[in-house]
């Protein structure tokens, strides 16, 4: 019996990425994940990511530290700015976007993936809920995919990892429905901005996850990040 191909699924311990995960592994995958310790004022995710990868069955989760928040630049790295709770506004690059963040997750993500010769990167991006953010659309994952190409020594043998993002042109409604399809833990998925115990239910993102709830007829998971 062959071995199942791997894929590095980049992991924070929310919804999106927890689906990104269960796609992964429903596409064949034996996925490796791999989380970020970046400064993050939601440090909770982390615990969230832990469960994700024991509810799902992944067998390798390494958790990489990356300290962004010495130099802030984000309301979710520097304390001292205050998180956006009048929701996404169209045309404009919220105080949550963290300069370079997945720029360098993807770039660690290649190397893992290099090393352990996975064929595919799984992300949870999405374009539509944040489409604000300049590294969660189509046209950044394709230049990324270029210099995935170049930059390495499986990329000039051809055998450079796909960086797949299967979110990036859904809803957030969207998402939580393929969830729930995939067995995905979504109520021990965390995805509030705070680091409190329980999602405020105020931030940014609390409030689209909520709507999405409420969208899909489940109202149950209101509250429940």
């Not at 064949?28 to 832990?50: M, N, P, T, V, W």
């Not at 998402?175 to 105020?202: D, F, M, N």
Request: proline share 5%; net charge negative; charged share 20%.
């Amino acid at each position: 019996m062959s071995e199942k191909p791997k894929a590095v699924v980049l992991l924070s311990g929310g919804l999106d990425s927890a689906t990104a995960a269960a796609i992964a592994l429903s596409e064949g995958y034996d996925a490796i994940a791999l989380s970020f310790d970046y400064g993050q004022r939601h440090h909770r995710e982390l615990e969230a990511a832990k469960i994700v990868v024991q509810t799902l069955g992944i067998a390798e989760h390494f958790i990489v530290a990356i300290d962004l928040a010495q130099w802030g630049g984000s309301s979710l790295t520097d304390r001292a700015l205050t998180l956006p709770k009048d929701g996404v506004q169209p045309g404009i690059i919220p105080s949550t976007y963290v300069p370079g963040r997945n720029t360098v997750f993807i770039a660690i993500a290649l190397s893992l993936a290099e090393a352990r010769g996975a064929e595919a990167i799984y992300l949870g991006i999405n374009a539509v809920d944040y489409s604000g953010y300049p590294d969660c659309r189509p046209e950044y994952l394709e230049a990324y995919q270029n210099l995935a190409n170049l930059s390495s020594k499986a990329g000039i043998e051809g055998k450079a990892p796909k960086l797949l993002a299967p979110l990036v042109l859904l809803t957030k409604a969207d998402i939580l429905r393929r969830a729930l399809e995939l067995g995905v833990p979504v109520e021990l998925t965390w995805s509030c901005y705070q680091g409190g115990e329980k999602p405020c239910g105020k931030c940014d993102s609390c409030r689209i996850r909520d709507e999405a709830a409420i969208a899909i007829g489940r109202p149950d998971l209101v509250g429940n990040s």
